[in-house]
C-alpha cells in the first residue's frame, strides 16, 4: 500500500517524539496529525504576533511570553513540546529573536 501523504514534517518536530535511536516513539497517522495543527497554529499567529507588537507597541520578546504563557495552558491543547515548538516556528515565521533561556 502506497503512502500518499505529501506533507513533510521538519527533523525539529520529528525529534520530539523520536527516541536514543532515531524511533518514533508515537504512531505515524497522530504525529502527522500533531504536525499539521501545530503547524497551522504557528502560520495563524503571525497576524496576531505583529498586530500586538506594531499597532499595540508591545516589545517583541514580551509578545511571545504571552503566546507561550498562553500555549501552555491546559486549554490549549498542547504539550510542553509542542507549544515550545509552535512558539519556535513562530518566530522564524516572524523573522524575530527568541531568548529561549528567558523564556
Avoid: K, N
Wanted: one cysteine or more; proline letters at 5%; glycine letters at 6%.
Amino acid at each position: 500500500m502506497a503512502d500518499d501523504y505529501q506533507i513533510e514534517i521538519p527533523p525539529s518536530f520529528t525529534a520530539l517524539y523520536t527516541d536514543a535511536r532515531h524511533r518514533l516513539t508515537v504512531p505515524l497517522a497522530w504525529l502527522r496529525e500533531r504536525y499539521e495543527v501545530c503547524e497551522d497554529l504557528a502560520q495563524q499567529l503571525i497576524e496576531s504576533a505583529q498586530h500586538i507588537h506594531h499597532d499595540l507597541g508591545v516589545p517583541q520578546h514580551e509578545v511571545l511570553q504571552r503566546m507561550q504563557a498562553g500555549l501552555l495552558t491546559p486549554e490549549a491543547g498542547f504539550d510542553a513540546a509542542q507549544g515550545r515548538w509552535v512558539l519556535l516556528r513562530l518566530t522564524e515565521l516572524l523573522g524575530w529573536g527568541w531568548d529561549w533561556e528567558r523564556g
